[in-house]
């Protein structure tokens, strides 16, 4: 048994059902109501929306496609800007290069590594100077935290500018009391595999705008116009949620609140685990906030511990226990080399040092206290084989 555990793969954050997914595909086979749109559809984005306190929502076949939405329906084209935080996964920013318009990237602040009020405030002054404010802000909630939204939105209200609230990873968190997702002028969310509630692929673009919501489920379904005819006047794209897998989103997001608990409990045991290590820092939570804990993300000080993110990294994976560096921030790659950057301070860039220093730890709701016990001894080990040796 203990041999068995020492073998089986541990995850970052793997799908976790219910039971009750097959209920709605049952109901969805029944019927034959497998295509195109249907109840299932429209009991999600019904339900995702009160949720979330918003007033609509338009479910598609990812994040990413409701980040395109979103940005197309707030006119991002060809010679705009649009802002976006620079920590964070590549699909954050690659609808703003799909609609050819150029990203401008932000930095984090130390209390959420979320996008800092600091920087955009810069970016925003440049933009003024040179007279091309941008199309859109992207912040990012990342692993379930919420940014600074009332700083954040204060700063883009006074030049008029919409917010884009990716919240692919924290739906189910909240800030000020309101659900994570429901402050900008649009919210997106991603049910993506490795998700808190995933139907294996899909998205949400959620808003409190009802006309421009229903513009975006006309572009969803290839811009058809209302005629006998197939016509179309504008360029649409295919981009909404099957109704089939819209069923097993109904059956996760009835689950979603046990989920975050789950993830919470989670950060809490490797807090406790971690907390005599000298060197260890997690990821904030912002007082009057709520993180889904999506993942448990920490820094180690290599200077006080001895231990580099990459030799934390391998000695995981030699124990078949899947981890990963923070998100490489988008200005450091490849793809938007020379892409302008806006750093928190003169002195502080937020989010190259968390790239540097951060690591995140398997966090699915489905982790046992057995296989966390086993990512917990692995990281102890690392930690006292290197304690007290200079770097
Ligand atoms: C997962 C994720 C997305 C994209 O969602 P998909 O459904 O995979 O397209 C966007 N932004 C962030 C921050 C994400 O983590």
């Known amino acids: ?37 249907g109840p299932n559809i429209d009991a999600f984005e019904n339900q995702l929306a009160e949720y979330a306190g918003v007033n609509g929502a338009v479910a598609v076949s990812s994040g990413t496609a409701a980040i395109h939405l979103a940005l197309h329906l707030l006119e991002a084209g060809r010679g705009d800007r649009v802002f976006c935080s620079s920590l964070t996964f590549i699909a954050s920013a690659n609808p703003i290069t799909y609609l ?43 692993y379930g935290q919420s940014a600074k939204m009332d700083e954040i939105l204060e700063l883009c209200n006074r030049y008029d500018i919409p917010v884009v609230e990716d919240s692919a990873e924290s739906l189910g968190s909240t800030y000020k009391g309101k659900q994570s997702g ?59 949620m099957s109704n089939l897998l819209a069923g097993v989103g109904r059956a996760q997001l009835e689950v979603l609140n046990d989920r975050v608990a789950a993830r919470r409990n989670v950060f809490d045991k490797y807090v406790e685990a971690f907390a005599c290590k000298p060197g260890i820092q997690f990821m904030p939570e912002l007082g009057n906030s709520m993180s889904n804990r999506w993942l448990t993300a920490m820094t180690v000080d290599e200077q006080v511990s001895g231990v580099a993110i990459p030799t934390l990294l391998g000695a995981l994976a030699g124990q078949n226990i899947e981890s990963r560096h923070v998100w490489k921030p988008l200005h450091l790659q490849p793809l938007f080399a020379g892409v302008r950057f806006y750093a928190h301070t003169a002195e502080a860039n937020v989010c190259e040092e968390l790239f540097r220093t951060g690591i995140c730890l398997p966090s699915g709701s489905s982790l046992s206290a057995t296989d966390q016990a086993r990512v917990i001894d692995c990281i102890i080990d690392v930690m006292n084989k290197y304690a007290g040796k200079h770097v």
């Open 100 to 142: 050819g318009a150029e990203p401008v990237f932000i930095d984090s602040e130390p209390d959420t590594w979320n996008m800092s009020p600091r920087a955009l405030e810069n970016a925003l002054s440049d933009a003024v100077k040179e007279n091309w404010l941008p199309k859109a802000v992207i912040v990012v909630n990342l």
């Open 182 to 240: 429901s402050f900008g002028k649009f919210g997106i969310y991603s049910f993506n595999g490795n998700k808190i509630i995933t139907t294996s692929g899909g998205g949400m673009l959620v808003s409190n705008d009802t006309e421009l919501l229903e513009k975006a489920r006309f572009l969803a379904t290839q811009a058809r116009d209302a005629a006998q005819h197939y016509q179309h006047s504008q360029t649409g794209y295919n981009y909404r």
């Open 1 to 37: 048994m203990v041999q068995e555990n020492s073998r089986n793969r541990i995850y970052l954050s793997p799908p976790h059902m219910s039971g009750n997914e097959h209920k709605y595909i049952n109901e969805a086979f029944e019927t034959n109501w497998i295509a195109p749109l």
